[in-house]
């Protein structure tokens, strides 16, 4: 090859180059900055912002939304968060239906959609992830980021050669100084992941939080699933919810927070506030690591081959069958177990009781989907919707 033909392969290739690194850093950029729109039910008081609990979260890419339903009576307080780990998305989902849907007639409820935004900015590209996923509505589809387990790194970095948990000095795997559940209760002076667990400790102890609900989803590989894991001060509702739901829904089961295994919210939060702490899981296939195909259908479907197939020959801690782990189905059990909790809570707290109604609940939602439940946003006044 002359050297006019080479440098013609090179100028190709560079160009080429070019419009790739063009065209994906446009959709970085636009997954980064796609606005998600919450409609706020009639029972939001109040739209806060993580900042007003710890002003030096403001005008970081983490200063979420708080959503606060005051209710008609005093009573206790309950605080749900979504979004630890953003590609658990029936955990956005649920808080948002709360946030649409509920109305308190007692006490309080706090709700986060996007607890750690800014992990949702970022999915996995090596695992080939969908960057959005659309659920069905009757007045048309509405669009979410599809995030990742960790903050991104364009918000923290570099990661440290071991992560050395606050204040336990426990050591952990380095990337989990961004992994929103690894690093509570927060410490001040840590990384954007660190200070974010940190503003929600300051909500959680100047807002009384009684019940502190924190929302995911599990590879079936994992034994922690379908299940409700709680700190030691909560058991007695945490087993009273597992029995009732049992009973009369699905099966859940309850696990002990373990008390030496640091920076999880079931066990800082509890540790490090007057409120008692949970966390969910619903079973989510593409967590998996035997799965094939990547994308929205099996996101939302929560059928795959694979996982299927491992289920077959009693390999995973959760059954599958056919009909996979639809969206509604993962959506349902979350809003279920949170109205059940507030619930046995309440049997169990006559001084602290929390009333919710108006939240659909595991058959309605199986039922008609969780987009039935979202109000069109362009029916109501703009001072009635949220952004994420
Ligand atoms: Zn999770």
Redesign the pocket.
């Known amino acids: 090859m002359g050297n006019r033909n080479l440098l013609v392969v090179k100028i190709v290739a560079f160009t080429l180059m070019l419009v790739a690194i063009l065209w994906a850093g446009m959709e970085f950029y636009h997954h980064r900055n796609f606005a998600e729109t919450v409609v706020l039910g009639e029972g939001v008081t109040a739209v806060k912002k993580l900042s007003d609990y710890y002003p030096a979260m403001k005008d970081s890419i983490n200063d979420c939304n708080i959503y606060i339903f005051e209710g008609k009576e005093p009573g206790g307080t309950l605080m749900v968060i979504g979004g ?2 953003p ?2 998305p029936a ?1 956005n989902l649920t808080a948002e239906l709360l946030v649409e849907t509920a109305k308190v007639e007692a006490g309080r409820l706090i709700v986060a959609i996007r607890a750690n935004r800014s992990a949702s900015t970022v999915t996995r590209p090596g695992d080939a992830y969908p960057q959005y996923y659309r659920i069905p509505t009757p007045w048309g589809e509405k669009q979410y980021r599809m995030g990742d ?1 960790w903050t991104n790194p364009l918000d923290s970095w570099p990661d440290p050669e071991v992560y050395v948990h606050y204040p336990s000095r426990q050591m952990l795997a380095y990337m989990d100084v961004r992994n929103f ?1 690894r690093t509570w209760p927060g410490y001040p002076g840590g990384t954007l992941t660190e200070r974010t667990n940190f503003a929600f400790m300051e909500l959680i102890r100047a807002e009384n939080v009684d019940v502190f609900v924190d929302l ?3 590879e079936l590989e994992y034994p922690v699933i379908s299940t409700i894991v709680a700190h030691q001060k909560g058991t007695h509702v945490a087993a009273m919810t597992s029995m009732m739901l049992t009973a009369t829904e699905f099966r859940i089961g309850m696990e002990y927070s373990p008390e030496s295994l640091h920076g999880l919210s079931h066990r800082e939060v509890g540790d490090h506030s007057q409120a008692v702490s949970y966390l969910l ?1 619903t079973p989510e296939p593409m967590l998996d690591r035997v799965r094939g195909v990547t994308d929205e259908h099996m996101l939302l479907s929560g059928k795959d081959p694979f996982v299927q197939m491992a289920g077959r020959y009693g390999l995973l801690y959760e059954k599958i069958d056919d009909d996979g782990w639809p969206i509604d189905v993962r959506v349902g059990r979350h809003a279920s177990t949170v109205l059940e909790l507030a619930q046995s809570w309440s049997d169990l707290n006559f001084g602290k009781v929390i009333k919710i109604s108006g939240v659909p609940r595991y058959p309605e939602i199986v039922e008609n989907g969780v987009g039935y439940y979202f109000v069109n946003p362009e029916t109501v006044p703009s001072h009635r919707l949220a952004y994420e």
Do not use: G, I, L, V
Request: hydrophobic share 20%; no cysteine.
């Open positions: 630890s780990h590609e658990e955990a387990r559940n995911h989803e599990a899981e």
